[in-house]
């Protein structure tokens, strides 16, 4: 069984940075894309960012310009860096995989709480 383990999510201010790490149970490359999903109280898990298995990029409107998605192919994570930070950034972040194009994603983590609050 494939396990996503999220981490790095905590505490920080408004306009403050956070950097989120997920690492895989194997190869990053097993999977067609990595990506970031969150999910704020109260409303409908949204779009981060994803990253293809050939380092294709996307990103929600709301984060863009201020997170960037990477990874490293040698320690299997994929990770968030997010920059200028909003109270409305506030949510459950999940990383996620998938082996497969339409439909949902095949794996999740357990998700990391990250708060912008001054």
């Known amino acids: 069984q494939v396990q996503l383990v999220e981490s790095g999510g905590g505490l920080v201010q408004p306009g403050g940075s956070l950097r989120l790490s997920c690492e895989t149970s194997r190869t990053i490359f097993s999977f067609l894309a990595l990506g970031w999903y969150r999910r704020a109280p109260g409303k409908e898990r949204e779009l981060v960012a994803t990253m293809t298995s050939t380092g294709i990029t996307n990103y929600g409107d709301s984060v863009k310009g201020r997170f960037t998605i990477s990874r490293d192919t040698s320690k299997n994570t994929v990770a968030l860096q997010m920059n200028s930070l909003k109270p409305e950034d506030t949510a459950v972040y999940y990383c996620?995989?998938?082996?497969?194009?339409?439909?949902?994603?095949?794996?999740w983590g357990q998700g990391t709480q990250v708060t912008v609050s001054s």
């Open positions: 996620a995989a998938r082996t497969s194009w339409g439909g949902n994603w095949t794996y």
